[in-house]
Every structure is written in C-alpha cells, then in structure tokens.
T-cell receptor, first 115, second 114 residues
Framework: NAGVTQTPKFRVLKTGQSMTLLCAQDMNHEYMYWYRQDPGMGLRLIHYSVGEGTTAKGEVPDGYNVSRLKKQNFLLGLESAAPSQTSVYFC??????????????FGPGTRLTVL | DAKTTQPPSMDCAEGRAANLPCNHSTISGNEYVYWYRQIHSQGPQYIIH???NNETNEMASLIITEDRKSSTLILPHATLRDTAVYYC???????????????FGKGTKLSVKP
C-alpha cells in the first residue's frame, strides 16, 4: 500500500500560469480532501469530496477548482496562479465502508511557489 | 476557527513522558477528540482519538476529563523523533460533510531535548 501520494512534490509557477495537482489513494477511501498550509500556520481546508463525482467547498476555496472523476483520484487545479497561492498543499483521504474507520491519512505534500 | 486551545510550545527531556494539554470547553456530545502531529514539513500523522474514555495505542495515551472539556496526550517515553507540532482537534466522527472535517489550529510545538 502506497497510501496517499501527491504529484508533483515541488513546482514553481509564474503569475497567471495554470497547473493541476494530483492526489491518489489506494485505500478505497470514500472521502478526499485538499488543504493548504502557510508558514507558521495550521492546515486550512480548500475543497473536499465525499464520493466519486462530488465536490464541496472548504474554508478557502477561492482561486481553486477540483474534480473527482475516479474514486482513487482527487485533482486540484489553479487556473491562474497568484503569489498568494504560494504554499504547501496536502491531500488526505478517509472513510472505509468495510471497516467503518474514518481516520484521515495525509500525503507528503506539494510545495508550490508562484513568482 | 479551531475549537481547541493549546499552548504554543513545550519542551521535554528525552526518555521522559511528554504531557500535552488541550482545552475544548465547547465540545458537543457527539464530537470526538483527535490528535495529529506534523514532523518538520511532512504530512500530518494520526496519533489517537477518543470520545470520553481514556484511550491507549502503541504511540500514545489520551486522557479525557470527566466533563470532556479538556484532554491530555501522553507520550510515555519521548524520543528526539517525537519533536513535532501536535494538533488537538474535535470533530464529529463518520460524517462526510463539514461537521466531520478537521479544523487545524496552530498546535503545540513539542521540542524533545537530549
């Protein structure tokens, strides 16, 4: 089991460029989440999904879009990157119908810098 | 905003028990207390959770007061590798929506010293 993986690990963008962050999980979890973490701060929820084909806004959704076309993948898109989106992005997944456990497991993070 | 209050930092000697407090005075009856930690800049790692009874696993023990307004995470024999930011979070368990989401505060930075 790889758990939760994130691609890429690092990225540098110029203002106005677009990119997609990919999160994949192999634990058959129903729920998936995208967070951002700024220096010295706790994680803040951007968007989340409670199942394939569904998405919902979190605390800080502006400037981001997401898609959950497959149960195991959750994509985070930045259509026009801004310096304020420089951050570390974490993906997480949770909830297994078989065991009933809903502990969130996190990926290693993607460090994004927008110049 | 986070529904918990934690001290910003604590020190602990290696090999001693680390006791990390958390106040959650507005906790609801169906909310659990969760603890996560974040080592350096890695993804947060789940430690333990509980509702009202004390809990223990291979990593730590969780002591919840009878009125559930506060709790303490205990690392019985802290090592240098336990140096991390520890987050105490209250949430509804098993709910696939906003009530079940994790809300992270700033946590407690635990420094384990030789």
């Amino acid at each position: 089991n790889a758990g939760v993986t994130q691609t890429p690990k690092f990225r540098v963008l110029k203002t106005g460029q677009s990119m997609t962050l990919l999160c994949a999980q192999d634990m058959n979890h129903e729920y998936m989440y995208w967070y951002r973490q700024d220096p010295g701060m706790g994680l803040r929820l951007i968007h989340y999904s409670v199942g394939e084909g569904t998405t919902a806004k979190g605390e800080v959704p502006d400037g981001y879009n997401v898609s959950r076309l497959k149960k195991q993948n959750f994509l985070l898109g930045l259509e026009s990157a801004a310096p304020s989106q420089t951050s570390v992005y974490f993906c997480a997944s949770s909830f297994d119908w078989v065991t009933g456990t809903d502990t969130q497991y996190f990926g290693p993070g993607t460090r994004l810098t927008v110049l | 905003d986070a529904k918990t209050t934690q001290p910003p930092s604590m020190d602990c000697a290696e090999g001693r028990a680390a006791n990390l407090p958390c106040n959650h005075s507005t906790i609801s009856g169906n909310e659990y207390v969760y603890w996560y930690r974040q080592i350096h800049s890695q993804g947060p790692q789940y430690i333990i959770h509980g509702l009202k009874n004390n809990e223990t696993n291979e990593m730590a023990s969780l002591i919840i007061t009878e009125d559930r307004k506060s709790s303490t995470l205990i690392l019985p024999h802290a090592t240098l590798r336990d140096t991390a930011v520890y987050y105490c979070i209250v949430r509804v368990r098993g709910y696939g929506g906003s009530q079940g989401n994790l809300i992270f505060g700033k946590g407690t930075k635990l420094s384990v010293k030789p």
